[in-house]
């Protein structure tokens, strides 16, 4: 049993940094962030999500780092320990990585599939027409490889907090890094002329991630692009999933909260506008700004017809490409299951162990169901935000757009209205620190997060 007096922690700053950027940089910072970028004028929607990262997103990360470290407990318990009658709220944080999690390893089976596709000499037939659609159908290759991608976490986080979370992190994150800064430079370097004697070029489709588009500019483009922006920093930055918390509970007494969290801020969005430069430029030189898909399209289906198309160079880019994405959904797996594993061992006192396997049954439970989903179990729902969904569909959406928002704004609610923020603003600066952004932590937490989180829900209903 770990409590409070022998509660693993990171090693130093560093530590905690590096394992929290990877818990946020994970597949929605590689496939969603590019789709988001090209489709909501370029240049324009990077300003906007700038400046919501470091308003809206710093507020609600410090918020729940600093939550996590003040009461050196999980999710689920944390809540309770600011103020016994909130404690559903933590019961709720909770209940989001446990739905995440299932639907997540069946995700990142997928990226296991292509990375070995690539890496054993068989990535053309990745791009073949119906590849995809053929093996997320088929009833045993996917539960296969889920289950390697959920050992795989599992492994890491039995390792605990130094050994497992943190020694991982110093390792897969520059290396994740490094492979992004290759990919990136390689797609700027692509030239391409199709068959209409159209020649296009790397640094054309850079143009398009960087150079703000005004041609269909208007106010209600704009308060889309805003949603948009802010929808991807919400998910993106793990917050309201309850990861934060518990890293901060992990999180040294002396480490300066305030300046970690703004180094978070920018290894999270580096790597977010470096997927886009790595991803844009390379889809736009060989099937121009329509092949930019949303979601799984984007990464499992135009991708590998890009790295097709590069000729001898494919094989390689593509196999670094998805080791690349494996680094990144691995480092978000290993935080999302944290997350339950420190709740399960706060709450019912049992060991790591004891914990890690409870939550990986339950995962791969629920994961198996969710892999039935496109065969066995194959049904379309219409969601109130418009989507025809199957399982996985469903999962995401009650998590991420739904009881995320709730959480998030419960926790809006607690510290800014009945705790105060000072609770926050005093745990930051425990040490003597300097809050430089205190101000505007305050008129957010307040006022601005929970209005843009509530209209961030309403979204999610279909009421707007």
Known sequence: MENETKRNSFTGSIGFVLAAAGSAVGLGNIWRFPYLAARDGGGMFLVVYLV?????????????VAIGRKTKQSPLTAYG????????????????PMIIMPYYCVIGGWVVKYFLAFLTGSGAQTAAEGYFGEFISDSSSPIGMTIVFLFLSM????????????KFSKIVMPALVILILIISIFSLTLSYTDADGVTRTGMEGLKILFVPDFTDF??????GTMMDAMGQLFYSLSVAMGIMIAYGSYMRDDTNLSKAIGQIEVFDTGIAFLAGAMIIPAVFVFMGKDGMQAGPGLMFVSLPRVFQQMGPFGGYVGCLFFAM???????????????VVASFMDQFHVTRKTAVLSEGVIALILGII???GY??????????NGVDAQILDIMDYVSNNLMMPVVAIGTCILIGWILKPDVIINEVTKNGEKFGRK???????????PVLLAVLLLKALGVI
């Open 439 to 449: 101000g505007l932590f305050i008129v957010m937490i307040k006022f601005v997060a």
């Open 52 to 64: 919501l990262a470091l308003t809206f997103g710093f507020t609600l990360l410090i918020t729940e």
């Open 325 to 339: 994405v494996l680094f990144a959904a691995t480092t978000s797996a290993v935080s999302i299951l944290e997350a």
């Open 81 to 96: 320990e600011l103020r016994k009658r909130w404690k559903p709220l933590g019961i709720l944080a909770c209940l989001v």
């Open 370 to 372: 969710v892999c039935m």
């Open 155 to 166: 492994i890491i986080v039995l390792g605990g907090v130094d050994k497992g979370i943190e």
């Open 218 to 223: 208007s106010l209600k483009s704009f308060a």
């Open 375 to 384: 065969n066995k179990l194959l049904f379309n729902v219409k969601l109130p």
